[in-house]
C-alpha cells in the first residue's frame, strides 16, 4: 500500500492565504474599459465590509455574456490568489430561473436577458425547435420539421411550410396570400377570394369591377353565369344604341336606321353564352 505524499511545512505554507473552490457574489458594476467582461463583485466570504473587487471573465468559447448588477454570480481565484479573482457563472435562487425553462426533465435550454428577449431550444424527442422572441412577443420559431414561422407583435406572420411547400402570408387584419403547387391564392377578410391557378377565379360576396383606361379580352369563348334575364338586359342595353343607329352603304347612299328600333327585349344573348 502506497503511503500518502508527505507534505512538508514548506509546502503547506505556500497555501496559507489561498481561497480555493467557488464562493458566491454580487455583481455591483459591469463597466470594463477593455471591454472583455470583467466586473465588479462583492465577495462577503472572502472580503468583508463590502469591499469590491474587480474579477475578469472565465467565458466559454464563442461566447460574451455579462450578467447585469444585482445579479449573483460564483468567483473563483486564479491559483487560489485573492488578487486573482475571475467569475465562472451564475447561480439561481430557487424561483429566479426563467419561468419557461422549469420543465422536468429539463430538456429546453435558454438565454433570457433582462429585458425580455429569450433564445429556446426545445430537445424534446419529436419535439425539437427553437424560438427566437423579442420582448414585445414578435418571435421567429422552427419546428421539428424544419416550418417556419415568422411574426410580428400585432399578430401578422408569414408561414414556411416544409412538409407541403406552402407559403402563407398573413396579416394582422385577416387578409390572406397563400402560394402553394396549385398556384396562389389571394384572399381578404371579409372572403373575397382572387385564385390563380390552372384556371383564373374572382370570388366575392359583393360587387366585382374591373376600372381602367382600356379593358381587353381576348378568349375563344366568354361563358356568363347567373341571371340570363339581367344578362340580357344588359346585353340589351350597351348594343341597342349602336344597332338602332347604325347604317350600311348602298347605291342610293346609306341605309337608314333600323324601322322600328330595337327594343332591348328584342335583343338576345347570342354573342355570349349564358349559363344558369
Keep these: 500500500m502506497n503511503a500518502p505524499p508527505n507534505h512538508g511545512s514548506g509546502d503547506l505554507h505556500r497555501h496559507v492565504g ?3 473552490g467557488k464562493y458566491r457574489a454580487s455583481v ?8 472583455l467582461g470583467a466586473i465588479d463583485v462583492t465577495v462577503p466570504s472572502v472580503f468583508p465590509d463590502g469591499h469590491r473587487v474587480r474579477a475578469r471573465a472565465c467565458f466559454p468559447p464563442g461566447t460574451f455574456w455579462v450578467p447585469p448588477i444585482g445579479a449573483t454570480v460564483f468567483v473563483e481565484f486564479e491559483a487560489g490568489d485573492p488578487a486573482q479573482p475571475l467569475w465562472v457563472g451564475v447561480w439561481h435562487a430557487v424561483g429566479s430561473p426563467p419561468e419557461k425553462s422549469a420543465v422536468s426533465p429539463p430538456e429546453v435550454r435558454m438565454l433570457h436577458t433582462p429585458s425580455g428577449h429569450e433564445i429556446r431550444f426545445h430537445d424534446r424527442e419529436g419535439e425539437e425547435r427553437i424560438v427566437v422572441r423579442h420582448r414585445s412577443d414578435a418571435f421567429l420559431s422552427i419546428d421539428e420539421h424544419g416550418s417556419v414561422v415568422v411574426a410580428a407583435k400585432d399578430g401578422s406572420y408569414v408561414y414556411l411550410n416544409a412538409d407541403t411547400g406552402e407559403v402563407s402570408i398573413v396579416s394582422k387584419q385577416g387578409h390572406l396570400v397563400s402560394m402553394n403547387d396549385d398556384g396562389v391564392a389571394v384572399a381578404s377578410h371579409d372572403g373575397s377570394v382572387v385564385d390563380l391557378g390552372s384556371k383564373v377565379k374572382i370570388t366575392s360576396p359583393g360587387a366585382v369591377q374591373v376600372v381602367g383606361k ?3 379580352i381576348a378568349a375563344g369563348s366568354i361563358v356568363l353565369g347567373g341571371d ?4 340580357s338586359l344588359m346585353v340589351a342595353e350597351m348594343f341597342a344604341p349602336i344597332f338602332n343607329a347604325h347604317v350600311h352603304p348602298t347605291g342610293v347612299g346609306p341605309s337608314g336606321p333600323a324601322v322600328p328600333p330595337l327594343v332591348p327585349a328584342a335583343v338576345s344573348s347570342k354573342s355570349v353564352k349564358v349559363m344558369p
Design 18 to 20: 489561498r481561497y480555493y
Design 28 to 35: 455591483v458594476g459591469i463597466d470594463d474599459a477593455d471591454q
Design 214 to 216: 382600356s379593358v381587353e
Design 228 to 231: 340570363k334575364a339581367q344578362l
